[in-house]
């Protein structure tokens, strides 16, 4: 999935994207993805029926459906979007936003086209997980901030990051067995070998345990994003 996004093979991607949300229906960030996904394919409909696939089961996963779906909206009707950056901003004001969703925020200011609020959101998520940022090159994600210079300058930074270790289908098997058991199933990392967490090569997602905005804590799958997966 990553690597057929990275090579611009957007429409190859779509199935995987599309089995990940049956396998992960409560969590928002798969609903990310595909939307991204359906972005790049300029199918904005579609980016926007993506939300309607994920039915979370906390407030927070909820107001982030609400307002992804919301700033997709925006692209096909410009009158929404100050109520999308309405949305964004309240949730901004939260204090308890992790990784996962500081990304997914930073999906939601790059679509409104606020690109500092959404470079600061990004470094913030990316500074808990820096080997998760490695991608940025490749990454089509970030082509509308290429060539600026904080990104290029954060570019730089978390390229020299090392890649987590990857254990290929080892890493695919435990995904597979950790995501139907649910949220009480998972453990609060699976690690291997030096201690890296299992990788699914496909679709660079792990399986751990936060917190949500309710602070349950629950287990979910790690940020989904179209990266290089680790080597």
């Known amino acids: 999935m990553t690597t057929y996004v990275n090579l611009g093979e957007y429409q190859n991607a779509l199935p995987p994207l599309l089995a990940l949300i049956k396998l992960a229906p409560r969590s928002p960030t798969t ?29 927070l996963g909820r107001q982030f459906v609400a307002t992804g ?21 309240a949730l901004r004001q939260r204090s308890d936003l992790g990784p996962d969703s500081l990304y997914n925020l930073f999906m939601v200011y790059l679509v409104l086209d606020k690109k500092d609020v959404a470079l600061n959101l990004l470094d913030r998520s990316c500074e808990p997980e820096p080997f998760s940022c ?8 970030y082509i509308p901030l290429r060539g600026n210079p904080r990104f290029e300058a954060m570019a730089k930074k978390y390229a020299a990051t090392p890649p987590i ?41 792990r399986p751990c345990r936060t917190l949500d905005g309710s602070g349950v804590q629950h287990a979910k799958l790690a940020r989904w994003k179209p990266s290089r997966s680790p080597t």
């Open 31 to 59: 609903a990310f993805g595909l939307a991204q996904d359906y972005a790049l394919l300029h199918r904005d409909q579609d980016a926007v029926k993506a939300f309607d696939l994920v039915h979370p089961d906390t407030a």
């Open 69 to 89: 779906k919301l700033a997709y909206q925006s692209v096909l009707d410009p009158k929404l979007r100050p109520q999308a950056l309405a949305a964004a901003d």
């Open 134 to 141: 490695s991608d940025f090159a490749v990454n089509p994600t």
């Open 165 to 205: 270790a990857n254990f290929g289908t080892l890493g695919s098997l435990a995904l597979s067995f950790l995501l139907p058991l649910g949220e009480d199933g998972a453990k609060r990392r699976m690690r291997a070998g030096f201690g890296a967490p299992f990788v699914d090569t496909r679709t660079n997602m």
